[in-house]
């Protein structure tokens, strides 16, 4: 298969640096654009000038992968011609984009470039005039300067042309490892994987510590999240993930401390976790989603309490400003919706009255009665990650997880109450996931349980708790969706059971 012909245009930042910056970026972007092509198996040789780089790939997904190189402003397919006379680029033009313009409205966009651009002897509004006329006498509808269905590009270098139709944009932002190099705190959720990308955007290297409160079924929610971060943006390194099991932390505060303080506590001790990872790791900054006024620790109050827990780094937080729409917007661009929706809310350290604005002394005196080794003990051994060569199958619950609802099973929905009663399986019990938390070890130890939530993560944890204390348990693998698709099958799928809305 023939090479296509690419330009790969950098994005604005680079056009406000010193040279001498701009040849450190146009490097390294260099190194992240290759990285990116050979982790995607595709063939191509690379070309850098001043201002863009040129690609030569038989593989047209090329521009796919392009755009989520942090630094690339836009890709685009090209057709390159020589000219020497105003009738030459009008004849390429005709060439080039005649089939596509035919019966559809068009506009022509001409621009001439490079350093010797006055040389060349017409305008670019010459090359619009003239192809514009061509392309309607080969058949174009009409010209439509506002909303054109095509419109036909044309740069012009002396001698040169290049011939286009389609820009696919990229993110812009820095080229990854220009900033340096950081460790964000992470969750699996939402704003911690925002926050990443945000920062992975601006140039900065990425690793990640995971504090862990919800076992294995929490650990695989937030590798599933990382790894998308990891193969998807954060081409040119290899990063890491250090989970620290904060599950014995969390039961020392449950035990020694007030319910009200506990979010602050908690946010201070995962602080302090990452700035001893980050510290040994001689990373620069400790990055979190914390977005103000999101929830309770989120008040700006508790935030200025919660960072005077790390004093030797700077806490960097893209997400102060944001609202959770906008959050959200980017989750879905960035991959990770659907991923971190389906990890679930672990902590079970929810106090019905959180502190919202919780005293420095206050939770000075709450530490006091903290073990002050654990953490460090905790910490210690954690576990290390290589994001990019990561295979999950050995994270699977393959003797928790189930197809099926056996005989004399009971089903417990661990969802909220109102989407228990827009849709449940018939027989089934209702229990939202933190109440289950709390009380699970008060139930019958007679009747097998089959778990159910959204999507599948909550109640593989709750049965992996169940399980370990003795109960008959498993969970429906494929989360409530997939046991309607059940229901149906078994022919028990009852429209009263269904909210309007689901039913009609």
């Known amino acids: 298969m023939p090479d296509r012909l690419f330009i790969i245009r950098l994005s604005g930042d680079f056009y406000t640096k010193s040279r001498g910056t701009r040849l450190q970026f146009q490097r390294r972007l260099a190194v992240n654009v290759r990285d990116a092509l050979a982790a995607h198996g595709m063939r191509y040789r690379l070309e850098r000038t ?29 057709e390159h011609r020589s000219w020497q006379t105003l009738d030459d680029v009008v004849a390429a033009g005709v060439e080039v984009f005649s089939g596509g313009v035919e019966g559809r409205s068009f506009a022509v966009r001409a621009s001439r470039r490079g350093k010797d651009r006055d040389d060349i002897g017409f ?41 286009f139709v389609e820009k696919v944009p990229g993110r812009g ?83 020694r401390t007030q319910p009200r303080n506990w979010q602050v506590l908690l946010k201070r001790a995962m602080l302090r ?37 790390a004093t030797a780094l700077p806490v960097l937080r893209p997400l102060l400003g944001f609202n959770k729409e906008e959050i959200l917007a980017l989750a879905r ?42 953490l460090k003990s905790l910490v210690a051994a954690r576990q290390t990650y290589e994001l990019r060569r990561l295979g999950l199958d050995g994270f699977a619950f393959d003797d928790l997880a189930i197809d099926h609802v056996p005989a004399g099973a009971t089903v417990l929905d661990l969802r909220s109450r109102q989407s228990y009663q827009a849709w449940h399986y018939p027989g089934s019990l209702n229990l939202d996931f933190p109440r289950a938390l709390e009380v699970y070890n008060s139930f019958d130890r007679e009747p097998a349980y089959v778990l159910v939530c959204e999507v599948g993560l909550k109640s593989a944890h709750l049965a992996e708790r169940m399980r370990q204390d003795g109960f008959e348990v498993h969970h429906f693998g494929g989360g409530a969706r997939e046991l309607m698709a059940l229901a149906e099958k078994e022919r028990r799928l009852d429209p009263i059971l269904l909210a309007p809305a689901i039913r009609d």
Request: charged letters at 20%.
């Open 123 to 163: 305008k670019s509004q010459a090359v619009e005039i003239a192809l514009g006329r061509a392309l309607l006498d080969a058949g174009a509808a009409r010209v439509d300067l506002g909303s054109p269905e095509v419109t036909a590009h044309v740069e012009l270098e002396p001698g040169s042309a290049h011939l």
């Open 173 to 255: 932002g820095l080229p990854v490892g220009v900033e340096g190099r950081a460790v964000a705190l992470v969750s699996g959720g939402f704003d911690s994987a925002v926050a990443s990308w945000l920062m992975l955007k601006r140039g900065v290297q990425l690793d990640y510590v995971f504090c862990n409160l919800g076992g294995t079924s929490h650990r695989l929610g937030a590798l599933k999240v990382l790894q998308v971060l990891a193969e998807r943006w954060s081409y040119g390194y290899q990063p890491r993930l250090y989970e620290v099991d904060l599950r014995p932390f969390a039961e020392e505060l449950q035990a």
């Open 50 to 78: 001043w201002s863009r780089f040129y690609l030569h790939t038989p593989d047209p997904a090329a521009p796919e992968v392009l755009a989520r190189v942090f630094g690339v402003q836009s890709v685009s397919e090209i």
């Open 273 to 309: 976790a990452g700035e001893t990872i980050a510290r040994r790791a001689r990373r620069l900054g400790l990055v979190t989603g914390d977005a103000v006024g999101q929830v309770s620790s989120q008040t700006l109050q508790n935030l200025a309490v919660v960072s005077q827990a």
């Open 333 to 374: 661009q960035i991959g990770v919706y659907d991923l971190a929706a389906a990890v679930g809310e672990y902590c079970a350290l929810a106090a019905r009255r959180p502190a919202t604005r919780a005293p420095l002394q206050e939770i000075l005196h709450e530490e006091e009665a903290l073990d002050p080794g654990l």
